[in-house]
């Protein structure tokens, strides 16, 4: 039984776990603040500029519930037991899910870029005879094609 505590441990106080907890965690804040940013923020006015349509209230009702409809509001068929379609709730989750992936790509795309900012520049030699700048692993000179030791510039 201890053993199997010291492993646990060892595996909770490295690094990948806990960075990855705490991945989890944000991407759950996250989460939250895009449902909010599309539910409350976007859908509104596209709402209104398709004639005050409301799409969590967009639905078709398979069958009714008890208490006949038409319904208002999906709140008020999923009261009354009827059995619907919610494709208004299934485009919030698409617009919810492309705004994600699209804020995901500008992330991952700065971390990458500050990455390659990041890394040290290649050492740079010149060529013996023309004196021209020459890859560090270069046999022959790209520019004279001279046969070559690189030399640190």
């Not at 209104?48 to 639905?59: P, Y």
């Not at 037991?81 to 899910?97: D, E, K, P, Q, R």
């Amino acid at each position: 039984m201890r053993k199997i505590l010291s492993e646990f441990r060892q595996f909770a106080i490295k690094g990948n776990a806990v960075e990855m907890a705490i991945g989890i965690m944000i991407g759950a804040a996250f989460a939250t603040v895009v449902k909010s940013l599309v539910g409350d923020v976007m859908m509104p006015p596209l709402g209104l500029l398709l004639g005050g349509v409301d799409f969590k209230d967009l639905f078709v009702v398979l069958k009714s519930g008890e208490l006949a409809g038409p319904y208002a509001t999906l709140e008020l068929a999923q009261q009354a037991g009827a059995v619907t379609l919610n494709y208004g709730l299934f485009i919030n989750s698409i617009i919810s899910f492309l705004i994600t992936s699209l804020v995901l790509f500008f992330v991952v795309r700065s971390m990458n870029a500050m990455r390659k900012q990041e890394e040290p520049p290649a050492a740079i030699f010149q060529c013996p005879e023309c004196k021209q700048s020459v890859h560090p692993d270069a046999t022959r000179c790209q520019h004279c094609s001279s046969k070559m030791k690189p030399v640190r510039v």
